[in-house]
């Protein structure tokens, strides 16, 4: 099985714009997370969606935003980008029903801010 | 190659000594752990996990022991090689999967060859 995929790999933007990050699961798998990390607060998590519906958020502002398709590929978007958002976004993917843990891993998107 | 934890502790291990990586959780509720390996440039990378009903779990060259009296997780690599080299980090589920993972900070394990 092929396994998570995400593109961009690497990003630049400035201060002030929007961007939109990709994230196509390992196939089968229903449920995608997002997730910031950042050197100095480590693995943050972002949001959660199954079935194309948000299940479970993190404490970020609203400036973070996410959406599921039917094919459960993911795509999360940053509006109004500020310098602490530079980090690497991580999505994982897992089963999604009750008792899957599990979740594995892509590569991430890095994405600078300046 | 990327940075993933400028102020991580860091773990310095000879080759072919066993390497002991620890972990506190937050969560005496938490019902599932998993360790992960994240290596420069890359995500995170499942290596074992454990649920709550048991104490210890072996994989291939590696063992998770769980405490919960202590709320401590600690993972133990045998005969550790260069390749071993990465963060590692720990997570826990707090409610039967449908909650977030709940990272620690990580901790840097470099093997000395």
């Known amino acids: 099985k092929a396994g998570v995929t995400q593109t961009p790999r690497y990003l630049i933007k400035t201060r002030g714009q929007q961007v939109t990050l990709s994230c196509s699961p390992i196939s089968g798998h229903r449920s995608v997370s997002w997730y910031q990390q950042t050197p100095g607060q480590g693995l943050q998590f972002l949001f959660e969606?199954?079935?194309?519906?948000?299940?479970n958020k993190g404490n970020f502002p609203g400036r973070f935003s996410g959406r599921q398709f039917s094919n459960s590929r993911s795509e999360m978007n940053v509006s109004t980008l500020e310098l602490g958002d530079s980090a690497l976004y991580l999505c994982?993917?897992?089963?999604?029903?009750?008792?899957?843990?599990?979740?594995?891993f892509g590569p991430g998107t890095r994405l600078t801010v300046t | 190659g990327e940075s993933v934890g400028l102020h991580l502790p860091t773990l310095s291990v000879q080759e072919g000594d066993n390497s002991i990586i620890n972990c506190a959780y937050s969560n005496s509720a938490s019902d599932y752990f998993i360790w992960y390996k994240q290596e420069s440039g890359k995500g995170p990378q499942f290596i074992i996990d454990i649920r709550s009903n048991m104490d210890k779990r072996q994989g291939q060259r590696v063992t998770v022991l769980l405490n919960k009296t202590v709320k401590h997780l600690s993972l133990q690599i045998a005969a550790t090689q260069p390749g071993d080299s990465a963060v590692y980090f720990c997570a826990e589920n707090m409610n039967s999967g449908n909650t977030p993972l709940v990272f620690g900070k990580g901790t840097r394990l470099s093997v000395i060859a």
């Open positions: 969606y199954f079935s194309e519906t948000q299940r």
């Open positions: 994982a993917s897992s089963p999604g029903g009750l008792q899957s843990y599990e979740q594995y």
